[in-house]
């Protein structure tokens, strides 16, 4: 083997040592940067690794206070805020007028309206010369005023035969003979009280009948108030199943004077409304029921018929005092054929004349007694609550001649 100087191994051995400390350093650095996973230490075995477990010292454990929660009580229901029901809105009570205060008040309104039959009066008395053609025009007021043909003649003839024989011819004079007249043609003498005597325990039953727009139901919520300010107990009974606000206009009238309404779904058979009506009644003790019934042209033989049911059902639970008619005085001669038919349907027994403070048409009282026989009982002189009054025929003689 061929001789190598020493220099050159040391040369070789020191090129090697460099390497590989630069190999080391290089892994080092990258295990630092995470290049290299990391080297697992060995596992410590047998009887070592139990010595390192019964010889590591315990764990103190500090005690941590537990902290108890209070369980939450319910508060009592009384504690509780409750939310109050709203009450129903109860109408207050009135007190009605009586009716001898509300005859007095309609006589003013009377005098004050603008009627024929004064003015008639006034023009025959200031004409300076009274003849043939001055009464013709008296005459032509008179029936224009609704008085009538037959009632006009006779009034008109006594009042010449007076004057021409009397020689009247002051005007007072003239006007207290014209009264006199009027108060004979209105007929003071016809029983004008409303029947209300009790048969067997049953109350007194007042039906109320009439046309469209005559102001019925308003009437019947009128004679309630009247009947309450005398002192009597009072029952509604709303018949009239037909118009939709009918019931609802009678409670209306009934709460503000505290009388109940016997009522039931629209449509129903009015006949059995009257009927139960009348069946409270008797279980009450009350002392008027009043039936109101929707209201029919004249001229419908069915609704007329229908009519005559109601007051036939009525009566087989009680007797019915008293039909009232609700006449408009607005409409004059119609007004009379109204009458006549439901006359004959339900045998009417009074009328009611509403709207007469609208009308210088003040006749009708008289031809409308004249055509039926019956009795004027109450009249209607406004829109007020009270504005209705038992029929005087002294007073109302005296309003048309605005005494």
């Given at each position: 083997?061929?001789w190598?100087?020493?220099?050159?191994?040391?040369?070789?051995?020191?090129?090697?040592?460099?390497?590989?400390?630069?190999?080391?350093?290089?892994?080092?650095?990258?295990?630092?940067?995470?290049?290299?996973?990391?080297?697992?230490?060995?596992?410590?075995?047998?009887?070592?690794?139990?010595?390192?477990?019964?010889?590591?010292?315990?764990?103190?454990?500090?005690?941590?206070?537990?902290?108890?929660?209070?369980?939450?009580?319910?508060?009592?229901?009384?504690?509780?805020?409750?939310?109050?029901?709203?009450?129903?809105?109860?109408?207050?009570?009135?007190?009605?007028?009586?009716?001898?205060?509300?005859?007095?008040?309609?006589?003013r309104?009377?005098?004050?309206?603008?009627?024929?039959?004064?003015?008639?009066?006034?023009?025959?008395?200031?004409?300076?010369?009274?003849?043939?053609?001055t009464?013709?025009?008296?005459?032509?007021?008179l029936?224009?005023?609704?008085?009538?043909?037959?009632?006009?003649?006779?009034?008109?003839?006594?009042l010449?035969?007076?004057?021409?024989?009397?020689?009247?011819?002051?005007?007072?004079?003239?006007?207290?003979?014209?009264?006199?007249?009027?108060?004979?043609?209105?007929?003071?003498?016809?029983?004008?009280?409303?029947?209300?005597?009790?048969?067997?325990?049953?109350?007194?039953?007042?039906?109320?009948?009439g046309?469209?727009?005559?102001?019925?139901?308003?009437?019947?919520?009128k004679?309630?108030?009247m009947?309450?300010?005398?002192?009597?107990?009072?029952?509604?009974?709303?018949?009239?199943?037909?118009?939709?606000?009918?019931?609802?206009?009678?409670?209306?009238?009934?709460?503000?004077?505290?009388?109940?309404?016997?009522?039931?779904?629209?449509?129903?058979?009015?006949?059995?409304?009257?009927?139960?009506?009348?069946?409270?009644?008797?279980?009450?003790?009350v002392?008027?029921?009043?039936?109101?019934?929707?209201?029919?042209?004249?001229?419908?033989?069915?609704?007329?018929?229908?009519?005559?049911?109601?007051?036939?059902?009525?009566?087989?639970?009680?007797?019915?005092?008293?039909?009232?008619?609700?006449l408009?005085?607005?409409?004059?001669?119609?007004?009379?054929?109204?009458?006549?038919?439901?006359?004959?349907v339900?045998?009417?027994?009074?009328?009611?004349?509403?709207?007469?403070?609208?009308?210088?048409?003040?006749?009708i009282?008289?031809?409308?007694?004249?055509?039926?026989?019956?009795?004027?009982?109450f009249?209607?002189?406004?829109?007020?609550?009270?504005?209705l009054?038992?029929?005087?025929?002294?007073?109302?003689?005296?309003?048309?001649?605005?005494?």
């Open positions: 083997m061929e190598i100087p020493w220099t050159v191994i040391i040369g070789v051995l020191l090129v090697a040592a460099i390497a590989g400390l630069s190999i080391v350093i290089s892994k080092k650095r990258a295990e630092a940067r995470g290049e290299l996973p990391k080297k697992e230490a060995p596992a410590v075995e047998g009887v070592a690794s139990a010595e390192l477990v019964e010889t590591a010292p315990p764990v103190e454990v500090e005690a941590v206070e537990a902290e108890v929660v209070e369980p939450q009580i319910a508060a009592p229901l009384e504690e509780t805020a409750l939310v109050e029901p709203i009450a129903p809105v109860v109408p207050e009570i009135e007190e009605p007028e009586k009716a001898a205060s509300r005859l007095a008040r309609l006589r309104k009377l005098a004050d309206s603008n009627n024929a039959l004064a003015r008639a009066l006034a023009d025959l008395l200031s004409s300076d010369r009274i003849d043939d053609e009464w013709d025009d008296f005459e032509t007021t029936i224009t005023s609704d008085l009538g043909v037959g009632p006009t003649g006779e009034l008109v003839g006594a010449r035969q007076q004057l021409r024989i009397d020689g009247i011819a002051d005007p007072e004079q003239a006007k207290d003979l014209l009264r006199s007249e009027l108060i004979k043609l209105v007929n003071p003498d016809l029983d004008r009280t409303l029947k209300l005597e009790h048969a067997d325990g049953a109350p007194a039953v007042l039906l109320v009948v046309v469209n727009g005559t102001g019925k139901t308003t009437t019947v919520g004679l309630g108030r009947l309450v300010a005398e002192d009597k107990t009072v029952l509604f009974g709303a018949a009239d199943t037909f118009r939709a606000a009918a019931a609802e206009q009678l409670t209306t009238w009934g709460e503000r004077v505290g009388v109940e309404t016997i009522r039931s779904d629209e449509g129903a058979d009015p006949a059995s409304v009257a009927f139960n009506a009348v069946e409270e009644g008797i279980n009450r003790g002392d008027v029921v009043l039936v109101d019934t929707a209201g029919r042209l004249h001229t419908k033989v069915g609704l007329m018929d229908e009519l005559g049911k109601v007051k036939r059902v009525i009566e087989k639970k009680a007797p019915v005092n008293e039909v009232l008619l609700v408009d005085a607005t409409t004059g001669q119609n007004g009379l054929t109204q009458a006549r038919i439901f006359a004959e339900v045998d009417v027994t009074g009328i009611v004349l509403t709207k007469l403070d609208g009308s210088a048409k003040g006749g009282v008289v031809q409308v007694q004249r055509e039926l026989g019956v009795p004027v009982k009249i209607g002189l406004g829109e007020g609550a009270d504005d009054a038992p029929f005087d025929a002294e007073q109302f003689v005296d309003g048309l001649l605005g005494n």
